[in-house]
């Protein structure tokens, strides 16, 4: 019992002196001097953060160089930067769910854990286990830790309310009612030259997008058996209703569409409805008089099938395991994704990962100020309960996959096959990534 009381009272002081010394050892100066490379998506999260770099510099003499590219050219850069070993990238921006086996498969990430559990190089106030439990599962791949999560996010369904109002539409409860009140919206004056109906049509964008619509169908991307399950009944249902949205309501051009082109439109007022990023949110309603003829909402369950499984999941920041100077990478990747800065990116629409942050008195504030912001903060936490962020097939080759899936999609609003045969085409297709 003596030895076993020692051993414990042994142990508390190891505990006790380690967490002091965790405090004197760890200085957000140590790398005083040194310059990161950063390769970030467009996205709220990466202006705001490019605004904010000197606050960074200050506090820690590390030095940002910050290139923000559209997605596809992002992608591109990164994969020839990857490939090429290159130790000019330091930190980057990162899906997991996408493309997390892929590259750890390719040696692409560094490992985070031991800088995770150093004393010397993470804060003693940064707590990890903030992050939501899903959100930490997600930046860990095989075993390892290879990212930080920087944001919440999923597609939602935004409306304009006065559109509706003045043609006499009722806003859509169900899954269905969404054609059915787009059918009644066009041609309505009150619209006065606004499309009914906008959403992704570039093929590798589409999956993102089409996912809900085929789940709340009552359809899946997979069979009982884990095979493509496109291919089914409701599957193609809620494919050919997102499908036959852009065809028959869809502005010219909708095959050449991905966000920024829908996000114009619906902040110009120029567009009736969409399907599109709560990331893009503040984008939406920094143009004037949005913040007040607009509504939010996560996309209606499906009236036949009852089910509402949205797609969510986040962005992650993640350091080159090529890179140099992966401690100074770090230290910019704690700052970023702290508590103070992440109520801060509130304001810009941001959806904080943390739930100190997510529960805090700031963000409530914000959210209270506004009527749509509280619908916005409700339809994240609707489907971060909800939610999946499976939007493709089973397989690894998830970049591939989404591009078949989205190929198939154009082929019926773009007149080339119908729904069924269509999707029959991408399962046989998917079937070939196994």
């Known amino acids: 019992m003596r030895k076993s009381i020692g051993a414990l009272l042994a142990g508390l002081a190891l505990v006790l002196v380690g967490g002091t010394a965790s405090a004197q050892t760890f200085d957000w100066k140590k790398n005083n001097g040194q310059t990161i ?39 591109t850069r990164l994969t020839t930067m990857m490939q090429a070993k290159s130790s000019d990238i330091d930190v980057f921006m990162s899906l997991k769910f996408r493309e997390g086996a892929i590259y750890d498969k390719a040696g692409w990430y560094a490992n985070l854990s031991p800088l995770l559990a150093s004393p010397a190089s993470t804060a003693p106030d940064f ?16 075993g390892k830790l290879v990212g930080l999560p920087i944001n919440l996010e999923g597609p939602l369904f935004y409306w304009r ?10 806003e859509p409860m169900f899954l269905e009612e969404i054609p059915e009140a787009a059918a009644k919206l066009k041609g309505c004056p009150a619209l006065d030259g606004a499309s009914v109906w906008a959403a992704r049509g570039i093929r590798g964008a589409i999956s993102y997008a089409v996912s809900a619509f085929i789940y709340n169908s009552g359809g899946d991307f ?4 884990g095979k493509p399950g496109l291919c089914q009944p409701d599957s193609v249902k809620g494919a050919e209703m997102y499908a036959n949205l852009l065809k028959d309501y869809g502005p010219p051009g909708a095959a050449n569409h991905t966000f920024t082109q829908v996000i114009e439109m619906l902040g110009q007022g120029r567009l009736a409805m969409t399907h599109e990023s709560s990331n893009e949110f ?23 099938s009852g089910i ?4 969510v999941f986040g962005w992650g920041l993640s350091v080159s395991n090529f890179s140099t100077k992966k401690d100074a990478a770090w230290y910019f990747m704690q700052w970023a994704t702290s508590n103070e800065m992440q109520t801060r990116l509130v304001k810009n629409g941001v959806a904080p990962p943390r739930s100190t942050v997510f529960n805090g008195p700031e963000f409530k504030a914000w959210t209270s100020e ?16 909800t939610g999946t962020a499976i939007s493709y097939p089973p397989t690894d080759r998830v970049i591939e996959a989404r591009e078949i899936v989205g190929g198939g999609v154009q082929k019926i609003f773009l007149g080339q096959a119908s729904a069924r045969d269509a999707m029959c085409q991408v399962d046989e297709a998917l079937a070939k990534l196994q």
């Not at 309603?285 to 499906?302: E, N, S, T």
């Not at 509402?308 to 797609?311: F, G, Q, V």
């Not at 506004?370 to 309960?385: H, T």
Request: proline share 5%; hydrophobic share 40%.
């Open 127 to 142: 707590n990890f286990n903030d992050f939501g439990e899903g959100l930490r599962k997600a930046e860990t791949v095989g």
């Open 370 to 385: 506004v009527p749509i912001r509280q619908a916005w903060a409700d339809s994240l936490v609707e489907i971060s309960k």
């Open 282 to 304: 503040a984008n939406i309603v920094k143009f004037p008089g949005r913040d007040k003829d607009i509504g939010v909402k996560v996309l209606p369950r499906g009236k036949v």
């Open 308 to 311: 509402s499984k949205p797609i």
């Open 37 to 75: 490379n950063l390769l970030l998506n467009n996205h709220p999260w990466s202006q705001a953060v490019r605004e904010m770099a000197g606050e960074f510099t200050a506090k820690t003499g590390i030095n940002l160089r910050i290139e923000i590219f559209n997605e596809e050219q992002f992608r």
């Open 222 to 225: 997979a069979t009982p058996d």
């Open 161 to 170: 309310k006065d559109f509706f109002q003045k043609c006499n539409v009722a």
